[in-house]
């Protein structure tokens, strides 16, 4: 059974830092493209960064472009977010994907505010 647990997420003030993992079991995690997506209250999913399956290509949301950044450990099944200079329009719950095995975790919430 697929499985994605993200973690990490908190209240955190502007101009701070975070970093998201997540955890994946239950397929070749070495295999996959995967991705981070968030979703903030009331307004739809939005991908913020991708990466490939052997880390040689990655891709970022305009809006996140210089500050996140997307990295990986296929040795322990583990994607990182780490994202810096945090600003309250990052406030929204967090999620990991893997597209081609259609699977999301179950979200962290990350909350920028002063």
């Known amino acids: 059974q697929v499985r994605l647990v993200e973690s990490g997420g908190r209240l955190v003030q502007p101009g701070g830092s975070l970093r998201l993992s997540c955890v994946g079991s239950?397929?070749?995690?070495?295999?996959?493209?995967m991705s981070w997506h968030r979703q903030a209250p009331g307004k739809e999913r939005e991908l913020v960064a991708g990466i490939s399956s052997g880390s040689d290509l990655t891709g970022y949301g305009d809006s996140v472009k210089g500050r996140f950044t997307i990295s990986r450990d296929n040795g322990n099944n583990i994607m990182y977010l780490q994202m810096d200079n945090l600003q309250p329009e990052d406030t929204a719950v967090y999620y990991c994907?893997?597209?081609?095995?259609?699977?999301w975790g179950q979200g962290t919430q990350v909350t920028v505010s002063s």
């Open positions: 994907h893997v597209r081609f095995l259609g699977s």
């Open positions: 239950g397929f070749i995690f070495s295999d996959y493209a």
